[in-house]
């Protein structure tokens, strides 16, 4: 039941409001007796006095006032019954999905101006891009269906660095993204070092959660599995020289619960590093739990992007709510405050009156 931003949890308690006035219409009030003196001149005394004769009682009766504070009281205690509860405002509890940690290959074959780029293809024409250029385009659109996903981003070449650690804003996800270059991590391909970091990096995000968290066991009692781990690992060549071997780094990526999608990108026939190493690609897939593509055209590289959205749907769950506050103590606080108000002008009116009285003259006559 609910009034606006009011809301009654035991709204039933509302049938006893009229309980005073069935009480006072089937039950008389209270009268009380006294013992009175028989006396034989009761006809003299009753025309003496001019009164007419009733039964002997007398009914306390309240004022106006009383009256009013027993009703506002009964009419408070049966709000604070009802247990009266204010809505807060609408709050929006977000539950992300994936931890999804981007690894892009920056040697020097990424240079390679072998793609199309998306906006030629579009006006029919033809623009060669390099494959770094084309793998951005296709990652944009990969992280606009990512929602409630914390994205990553690891670059790597002579050494493998953390280019955006994980967030959930897309937005300077994607400006990091842009910011990339070929020049920037050196000109060989240190594919196993590249996933040896990003299985590094969830350790590191999942330790950081766990020390920030007030209550952690009741947060696991709530996830009742915990967030996944996703690693999508693009390279156009294989492994020159990582102090981890990509299948070792693999088989330690299996037993931390991280998956890892391979993307092969470029023709391996292309003019600049060694081979792609297909071979390697795929164990490093399978061993981990994920899968490995091919993309040696743009059509393949969304493709590939495609097939692993479809792998790791999305987990994002928004509920909204309205915290609660009970003020059923209020109404109570409120009738104490006012039964003390009136008990106190009804002691100071009768201190008063008796001050008052004590202070009148007397009349000097004296009774025998």
């Not at 409120?334 to 009349?363: E, H, W």
Request: net charge negative.
């Amino acid at each position: 039941m609910q009034f606006n931003q009011l809301e009654l949890v035991n709204p039933y308690w509302l049938w006893l409001l009229p309980l005073p006035i069935i009480i006072y219409w089937f039950i008389p009030a209270y009268r009380t007796r006294q013992s009175a003196i028989k006396v034989p001149f009761f006809d003299v005394l009753v025309q003496a006095l001019d009164e007419t004769p009733s039964a002997g009682a007398s009914q306390l009766s309240a004022r106006y006032w009383q009256k009013t504070l027993l009703i506002i009281s009964w009419c408070l205690l049966i709000f604070a019954l009802t247990k009266p509860t204010i809505l807060g405002p609408p709050q929006t509890r977000e539950s992300l999905g994936r931890d999804v940690m981007v690894v892009v290959d920056l040697s020097s074959s990424m240079a390679e101006r072998d793609f199309v780029s998306k906006t030629a293809s579009d006006n029919g024409g033809i623009q060669k891009i390099s494959r770094l250029d084309a793998a951005k385009e296709v990652l944009a659109d990969f992280a606009t269906t990512r929602q409630g996903d914390r994205l990553g981003l690891i670059l790597f070449g002579d050494a493998a660095f953390v280019q955006t650690p994980f967030t959930a804003d897309q937005k300077a996800w994607l400006a990091l993204l842009n910011q990339t270059d070929v020049a920037m991590a050196g000109q060989s391909t240190h594919l196993g070092d590249a996933i040896g970091l990003a299985i590094k990096v969830f350790e590191q995000s999942a330790s950081a959660e766990l020390s920030t968290s007030t209550e952690p066991q009741q947060q696991n009692e709530k996830n009742e599995k915990p967030r996944e781990k996703v690693a999508i690992v693009l390279t156009d060549g294989n492994d020159t020289g990582s102090y981890v071997e990509p299948i070792d780094a693999a088989k330690v990526a299996a037993a931390k619960n991280v998956r890892i999608h391979m993307i092969a990108m470029g023709d391996p026939t292309t003019i600049g590093e060694k081979a792609l190493d297909m071979d390697v690609i795929n164990r490093v897939a399978e061993v981990s739990g994920g899968q490995a593509f091919q993309a040696i055209n743009r059509n393949e590289l969304e493709q590939a992007y495609a097939a692993i959205g479809e792998l790791e749907p999305q987990l994002y769950e928004s509920t909204t709510y309205r915290p609660k506050k009970s003020i059923h103590q209020y109404p109570i606080m409120l009738i104490v405050v006012m039964y003390l108000f009136g008990f106190g002008v009804a002691t100071m009116r009768r201190q008063l009156t008796s001050s008052l009285n004590k202070a009148a003259p007397d009349s000097g006559e004296k009774h025998v």
